[in-house]
Each structure stands twice: as C-alpha cells, then as structure tokens.
C-alpha cells in the first residue's frame, strides 16, 4: 500500500470519502501555498486572504463530507474555483452595489448603477460574463435563442414571439425557465452570479 504522500489527489479525496480523515491534512498541505498565493494575488489582504481560504477549506471538506462531490481528476482545479467565488463574494458584498429585482425573480443581467473600476469590480465583471456565458451553453436551444434575443438583441417578447413563432406567452415562459435553469445550474456550480 502507497504512503499517504504518494497518493494521488484522486486516490486521497476517495480515502477521505470512506472515512480516512488524516488524509486530509496532505492533500491540505500539498495545495495550500498555491491556493492561499492565489487568494491573496487577488484580495491583496493578509487578514482577508486568512479568512478567504479558511472558507474555501471549510467548504471542500463540508462538500467531500456530504458525498457531493464528483471527482474528474481536477481536484485542485475545483478547489481553486471555490476560492475565487469566495473572493468575487468578499468584493460583491464590500463594494455596496445595488441590485435591481423584478418580479421577485433576481435578473442577473440587471446592471449595476455607479460602481466604481477597480481591479476589484474588473474581476467581478469578468467572472460573472464568463459564468453567465457558460450557463447559457447549458440551456435548452428554445430557452437560449428567447434569452439571447431579449438580453443581447434587446428585443421585446412580441418581436421574439414573431420571430419564433410563438405566442408571447411562450416567449415568456421561455425566458422565465431560462432564468430559472440558470440559477438552479449556478449553485450546482458554485457560480455567484447575484451581485
């Protein structure tokens, strides 16, 4: 049997997952200086970047715990991910930016008034185009063609009806299931798209 420091990143999260906790303190170790330079490239805070990536761990093991985790040889990939949410969450909160709610349903293509650039609200801005773009790939096609028309097209849901040729109340329910997919597929995820 390997030594628990030849063990691969698979084979120590699989160990953990059937009960062998002491393996955590090596894939702990094995990663943190990467993770914790990482969090602090972006925050630029010791006492932020402590608090930052005492979360991030604390959220990979609840995960790992709770059996919700698939391995798909990137551990450190995903671990990675994690802590920049965390980050993107620590500067959404502190930047005091206001969001715009309709219908009790959160529109993340709703913008945000008077932010200020920064380096900060740049890696935001970034990350949550990116996401946002990712989810739209996973939507159903109906779904993806009424949110593109209305979001980047600037339609309203009588053009879209006319140009799909359906009803308006379709076009509608579309858009509705789309906003829901995304936000059902962004906590799958991890994804912080709510600013």
């Not at 801005?125 to 996401?131: A, E, R, S, V, W």
């Not at 779904?143 to 600037?154: C, E, G, P, S, T």
């Not at 009803?167 to 798209?193: C, P």
């Amino acid at each position: 049997m390997k030594k628990i420091e030849e063990r691969s990143d698979y084979e120590l999260v699989q160990a953990y997952a059937n009960g062998e906790r002491e393996v955590f303190s090596t894939l702990l170790s094995r990663h943190q200086q990467r993770v914790y330079c990482y969090i602090m490239s972006l925050v630029k805070e010791k006492s932020i970047a402590d608090d930052i990536f005492q979360d991030t761990f604390i959220k990979v093991v609840n995960t790992l715990r709770s059996g919700t985790y698939h391995d798909e040889g990137k551990f450190i990939q995903w671990v990675m991910r994690i802590a920049h949410n965390l980050a993107v969450d620590y500067f959404r909160k502190n930047q005091k930016l206001k969001v715009v709610r309709s219908n009790d349903e959160v529109d993340v293509f709703d913008m945000v008034d008077n932010f200020e650039e920064s380096i900060e609200s740049n890696i935001i801005k970034d990350q949550t185009q990116k996401d946002i773009r990712f989810l739209i790939k996973q939507l159903p096609e109906e779904q993806r063609r009424v949110l593109i028309m209305r979001h980047y097209a600037d339609m309203s849901f009588k053009e879209i009806a006319d140009k799909t040729g359906v009803s308006i109340n379709t076009a509608l329910g579309r858009m509705r299931y789309a906003l829901i997919n995304m936000r059902k597929m962004a906590e799958e995820n991890s994804l912080a798209l709510s600013m």
